[in-house]
T-cell receptor
Framework: AQSVTQLDSQVPVFEEAPVELRCNYS??????LFWYVQYPNQGLQLLLK??????LVKGINGFEAEFNKSQTSFHLRKPSVHISDTAEYFC???????????FGSGTKLNVKP | GAVVSQHPSWVICKSGTSVKIECRSL??????MFWYRQFPKQSLMLMAT?????????EQGVEKDKFLINHASLTLSTLTVTSAHPEDSSFYIC????????????FGQGTRLTVV
């Protein structure tokens, strides 16, 4: 079975400050890892994904994440956030066949001026 | 990446009526489609998986007679919420993937359903 834990339900941060959104997963098989962003009343937009290769993954809007197999983590980072980054962020895992995504409970990032 | 489109983006319906949500893969053949539901302030939960030409497989606790899923072609799956009630108000998102062992799944933009 697979599961995803996002410990922080809300993260307030000031504009231009760095941010890290935490994601831990559990799985008995190899996984693919994803971060999605959801703006209010909109669908999911893929930020980045780890399928294989380099453990440091760069995505859109200046976000990056690092896959750490030993710690079963896939934390999302951005060195300097903008007001426009205010949204909810979901970490997700999927198995080898991409047949099912398991989502974390989401982290609301609130960027303050 | 590939494009998956949902229609409508939002819909308001009266209690007791049925509403149909479409999920289309625009530039690839989606042999498998998935329907997720997002409750307010919660994460997304898989409702069902449908393979083209076959009956959908529902997750535990999802009423198959209430949430009718049809995947009649390689580019279209529909979710019909029958006899909708206010508690069915939610955000419904589909994803689609093409044939193959490790082909990636792509998500639609979601449909906001409000039952009044």
């Amino acid at each position: 079975a697979q599961s995803v834990t996002q410990l922080d339900s809300q993260v307030p941060v000031f504009e231009e400050a760095p941010v890290e959104l935490r994601c831990n997963y559990s799985s008995s098989v190899s996984v693919y890892l994803f971060w999605y962003v959801q703006y209010p009343n909109q669908g999911l937009q893929l930020l980045l994904k780890y399928l294989s290769g380099s453990t440091l993954v760069k995505g859109i809007n200046g976000f990056e994440a690092e896959f750490n197999k030993s710690q079963t983590s896939f934390h999302l980072r951005k060195p300097s956030v903008h007001i426009s980054d205010t949204a909810e962020y979901f970490c997700a895992v999927s198995g080898d066949n991409f047949n099912k995504f398991y989502f974390g409970s989401g982290t609301k990032l609130n960027v303050k001026p | 990446g590939a494009v998956v489109s949902q229609h409508p983006s939002w819909v308001i319906c009266k209690s007791g009526t049925s509403v149909k949500i479409e999920c289309r893969s625009l530039d690839f053949q989606a042999t498998t489609m998935f329907w997720y539901r997002q409750f307010p302030k919660q994460s997304l939960m898989l409702m069902a998986t449908s393979n083209e030409g076959s009956k959908a497989t529902y997750e535990q606790g999802v009423e198959k007679d209430k949430f009718l899923i049809n995947h009649a072609s390689l580019t279209l799956s529909t979710l019909t919420v029958t006899s909708a009630h206010p508690e069915d108000s939610s955000f419904y998102i589909c994803s689609a993937k093409s044939h193959g062992v490790n082909t990636e799944a792509f998500f639609g933009q979601g449909t906001r359903l409000t039952v009044v």
